[in-house]
């Protein structure tokens, strides 16, 4: 009647009718009736405030509708939302905190979570000392003891959720104006995450709740000056009023701020800075409990991606004291069995997404872990390094290959008895582009840490060699590759042992032409293993030494013309590959007789003597003996070295020169007995 402008009668006596019987009147009828007291409400009105405290005790507490109910609190949100920045405080004090203190034992879900909307927009710009009595009431409604445990319906779930967003909303509005509110906020939000992973079974239906929560977790950040800031599109914000710290920390700061002065003379007390202390230890414990209980997929996933951000942050891990231990035994429970077991146990999984998808997203996690090498004892370490090894077989090889060599670099003992495992793995990997460089770049690394492979077999270094031989292939790699590959087998090949190279020589150039696809250019040549070693020169049945070319005692090699399309690319991968065999060569077999050259006396003296030759470290030490008898001919000398003096000079001037003959005979009695004479 009144809308229709049917009633010619004051306004007020026809809603004060209606509210005489207002548990008689429809709801229509009574929201008009709350629109039409919202004037009363607010200013210029005498006494608003207590209006205002009226109304929401007539149409919020003693109504049951929830439209009017409803109502009552979209008209409560104008009326802070335009008078709030002046009368904050009276309205805390005479409207917010007497009529939602009991927030909690209401059990309508949908007036709660319009009740709790209210409360956290209020909160958003607030700056009342009583922002922590409502972030109460809040809080309460968070931890309700049903509906945050065992939610029997959507709404329900849809309450909890809208307090921990606005929670959410309060602590990034309030880390800068408010970050007292802020931590407390967040403490909030910790301990209810904490709450729900306590629980014996998750609840399904909570984990956009989690999931919110932890997202705000993993966008923590620490800055240079240990200041605490949020990552997000546009970048991190850092606020230099909220500090991490940890348990112990707080109590020590709580101690000193409660110690009373020392008597004397008075002390100027030092400004309030406006700074508050966030706990980060019960974040942290939060994140390793997501790890190990967390079933829903599309939780587990988010927190995956982005915990390597925030494990980077070594000054933020610290400061909440995580324990690396339990979180690398949980990651690698997650990688056990191929992820199988942990895959079998997620729920509302999207169509199509397999085991190989979850572990995949493990990997990166567990690469940032190496930095944290000194708290990770020695059997998490081969936990460790085992799912590393999984890795090597997935999608995530790359990611796997280069967590091994930074775990190479810094727990070498634990790697000293794996590492034969590991290029077990390695061996198996197919030779792709995507994991060339990264291999490669491996072996090329391991080299610089003899203790790994001071114990190789012969069987071992074929494996390394088995690995790096694909890569030479200049028709599937890029220059790049294959001169890498090629720079990888030599390093390895020099630091095999000296008795290993001659087989490997003829392992290697077969793998390179059926690799790149090579041809012999002279087919004249003797086949590789029956080339007979440098040291064979010195026997006396082999006769007069000949000067081999060393790329002819391997084995000369070119492309063919199907390896490249390019003659510039083939005349670069032939100078590499001639290169190469020059080095092999000169490393493996003798260009001529590793003994020096005699003059024709020294010949002469060890001419038909014994000749013996040892193998010290990297050279041949070859012993002979003289030529000479053990019996004297004449003058002391034998019958050789007599006859040689005799023919080189006259009869006459030999019997007339006495000097020269005592020389002859001192010098010969001055040689051993037995040997009459060595040389080496």
Known sequence: MHEAGSFQGPADKLFDIVDMCIQFAPEASVQRLIQFRAHKVQLPANDWVNNLSQLVERYFHSETRTLIREKTLDVLSFVLSTNRHLYEDQLLENVILPHFGSLDTITNPAVVRKAVQLLTDFLQDSTSARDGEVLEIVGKVLNHPTWSTKPGSAEEVQVVQTAAEGLIEVFQKKT???????????????????????QQELVDDLAPVRLAI????????????????????????????????????LNEKAGQGTA?????????????????????????????????????WTVLSSVLQRLPGLMKDRGLVRCGQCSMKKLCLGLCSLVAEKGKKAFEQLHRVPQGVLSSDLIVLVFPVLGVLTIYRTELDSYVVRMFISSLEVGLMSKSACTCI??????????????????????????????????????????SNVIRIPQLYVSFVEEEYRKIFA???????PVKFNH???????????????????????????????NLRSNLDLHPEDSSHDDLSQRKRSSSLNDPSAGP????????????VAYSPSASSSSDTALLQEELLEMFVDLMSQYSFGMCSSNPKRTPASEHMVKNGRSMTWLVGRKLVTVTTSGC????????????CYRTCRDSTDDDSYDADGDQTEKLQHWHHNQPDDQQGWHV
Not at 225 to 243: A, Y
Not at 404 to 413: I, K, R, V
Not at 629 to 640: I, K, L, P, S, T
Request: aromatic content about 8%.
């Open 260 to 296: 009373s002065p020392s008597s004397g003379s008075p002390v100027v007390p030092p400004p309030q800075l406006n700074v508050a202390y966030i706990n980060m230890e019960d974040t942290f414990k939060a994140v390793v409990a997501c790890i190990k209980q967390e079933r829903d």
């Open 176 to 198: 800068n104006v408010g970050p007292q509110s802020a931590v407390q906020a967040y403490k909030l939000l910790t301990e209810h995450l904490l709450r729900q992973y306590a």
């Open 467 to 473: 690995i790096a031989l694909p890569y030479t292939n």
């Open 629 to 640: 008898g053990n019996r004297a001919f004449r003058v002391g000398m034998c019958e050789r």
């Open 545 to 556: 030494p000949k000067r081999i070319d060393p790329r002819h005692s391997v084995a000369s």
């Open 480 to 510: 790049f590759t294959v001169a890498l590959a090629l720079h990888v087998i030599a390093m390895w090949f020099l630091k095999c042992r000296i008795t290993f190279r001659k087989d490997f020589v003829s392992y290697i150039i077969k």
């Open 214 to 249: 932890l997202n705000l977790i993993l966008c923590m950040r620490l800055g240079t000056t240990c200041e605490l800031g949020i990552s997000d599109e546009g970048g991190v914000r850092f606020t230099p009023h909220i500090l991490p710290s940890n348990r112990d920390t």
């Open 402 to 443: 280069r967590a091994l060599m930074l775990a190479t670099l810094e727990m070498p003992d634990a790697m000293y008895k794996l590492f034969p495992d590991v290029l077990q793995k390695l061996a198996q990997i197919s030779a792709t582009v995507t994991v060339a460089v990264p291999l490669l770049e491996f072996l």
